[in-house]
């Protein structure tokens, strides 16, 4: 019971960091480094947007955080783990493209990574758990499709370091795949819970998540 309520909390939170850092921080950010080219920052961000769906159509792109959940429930334990390698991958390209057009935005970006990846670790290792996998297993496999990110986020540095005219595009999809998770992902996971007591806490801890992402751009 304590672990499901951290989960939730943790779901609550990510969802309004996530949100916060691409609507506040990445497309304004990508906008203004693209210059004129709106239209086309808008039109990647909502390629990205339709990308991620078709993704999730293809491998578990979703990421459930309960072992209950039964799009995850019915996939096999690989499909599970090549997901969230490809998920870390997606991350570390983002890290990458954020620390090189603004620190301030790698950190904000850094931190919605964080709070959205620890109640997802949480259930893909659950999830392993009921697939059988011994917990030493379980544990090995889920930190190595997780250890993804950081060879992702150097390997990104440097190759868009040298193409940066694309870095705003690419922080337009990164922004879309942000708010596609926020949406897709953890909204509808929240609404399974119902409840005044459960609704208060969940709205609290979004405006936690969003007002710790102002607080990183005021202090900036």
Same mark, same amino acid.
């Given at each position: 019971?304590?672990q499901?309520?951290?989960?939730s909390? $943790?779901v609550?939170?990510?969802?309004?960091?996530?949100?916060?850092?691409?609507t $506040?921080?990445?497309i304004?950010t990508?906008? =203004?480094r693209?210059?004129d080219?709106?239209?086309?920052?808008m039109?990647f961000f909502l390629? /990205?947007?339709i990308s991620?769906?078709?993704?999730e159509k293809?491998?578990?792109?979703?990421?459930?955080?309960?072992?209950?959940?039964?799009?995850?429930? $019915?996939?096999a =334990?690989?499909?599970?783990?090549?997901?969230?390698?490809f998920?870390?991958?997606?991350?570390?390209?983002?890290l990458a493209?954020?620390?090189?057009?603004?620190f301030?935005?790698?950190? %904000?970006v850094s931190l919605?990574?964080?709070?959205?990846?620890?109640?997802?670790?949480?259930?893909?290792f659950? %999830?392993?758990?009921?697939?059988?996998?011994?917990?030493k297993?379980a544990? $090995?496999?889920?930190?190595l499709?997780?250890?993804?990110?950081?060879? =992702?986020?150097?390997? /990104?540095y @440097?190759?868009?370091?040298l193409?940066?005219e694309i870095?705003?595009?690419?922080l337009?999809?990164?922004a879309?795949?942000?708010?596609?998770?926020?949406?897709s992902?953890?909204?509808?996971?929240l609404?399974?819970?119902?409840?005044?007591? @459960?609704s208060?806490?969940?709205?609290? &801890?979004?405006?936690a998540g969003?007002?710790?992402?102002?607080l990183? &751009?005021?202090?900036?």
């Amino acid at each position: 019971m304590v672990q499901k309520a951290l989960v939730s909390i $943790l779901v609550a939170y990510a969802t309004g960091t996530l949100l916060a850092a691409a609507t $506040l921080g990445m497309i304004p950010t990508a906008i =203004a480094r693209a210059g004129d080219g709106i239209q086309i920052v808008m039109a990647f961000f909502l390629g /990205g947007i339709i990308s991620f769906f078709i993704l999730e159509k293809l491998i578990i792109w979703r990421h459930c955080h309960d072992i209950e959940c039964e799009v995850t429930h $019915l996939a096999a =334990a690989p499909i599970i783990l090549i997901g969230d390698a490809f998920h870390n991958l997606t991350d570390g390209i983002v890290l990458a493209a954020a620390f090189l057009i603004d620190f301030h935005i790698g950190i %904000v970006v850094s931190l919605s990574v964080i709070a959205h990846e620890i109640p997802q670790e949480i259930g893909d290792f659950a %999830v392993l758990l009921d697939k059988k996998y011994t917990k030493k297993k379980a544990f $090995l496999y889920n930190t190595l499709s997780g250890s993804i990110t950081i060879p =992702a986020a150097i390997i /990104g540095y @440097y190759v868009l370091d040298l193409i940066s005219e694309i870095i705003p595009y690419v922080l337009a999809i990164s922004a879309a795949s942000f708010i596609y998770i926020a949406l897709s992902d953890l909204t509808p996971e929240l609404h399974q819970k119902i409840g005044i007591k @459960y609704s208060l806490r969940q709205i609290i &801890f979004i405006l936690a998540g969003i007002g710790t992402m102002i607080l990183i &751009f005021i202090l900036k």
